[in-house]
């Protein structure tokens, strides 16, 4: 059983820096394109960011190009999501989720697993 566990999120202000993280349990990321999410409250569930299976490609929402970042470590254990000059309407649940594809997709339910969620809260 795979469980992804996020975590790295709290309260910063606007034009700040954090980096969630994103623990696997049971496998790792090796055979999985990996993607983070988000969700604010009232409005629907993003794709944030993604990574290929092979690591090679990244792909980013248009609303976070230049922003935020994501990468797997060595091991491929860990996936990172490093955002940079946060905005107030970044303020949201962060997913982590992975999946068993090649490329990852921009609709979560075409993920494997999913994590819980981590707050990110961004004040102005």
């Known amino acids: 059983q795979v469980r992804l566990v996020e975590s790295g999120g709290g309260l910063v202000q606007a034009g700040g820096s954090l980096r969630l993280s994103c623990a696997a349990s049971g496998r790792s990321f090796s055979n999985y394109a990996m993607g983070w999410f988000r969700q604010a409250l009232g409005k629907e569930r993003e794709f944030v960011v993604g990574i290929s299976r092979s690591g090679g490609r990244t792909y980013n929402a248009d609303s976070v190009k230049g922003r935020f970042t994501i990468s797997v470590d060595t091991a491929k254990t860990t996936v990172y999501l490093q955002m940079n000059s946060l905005k107030p309407e970044d303020t949201a649940i962060y997913y982590c989720?992975?999946?068993?594809?090649?490329?990852?997709?921009?609709?979560?339910?075409?993920?494997?697993?999913r994590g819980q969620g981590t707050q990110v809260t961004v004040s102005s």
């Open positions: 989720a992975m999946s068993s594809s090649l490329s990852p997709s921009r609709n979560m339910d075409g993920y494997d697993y």
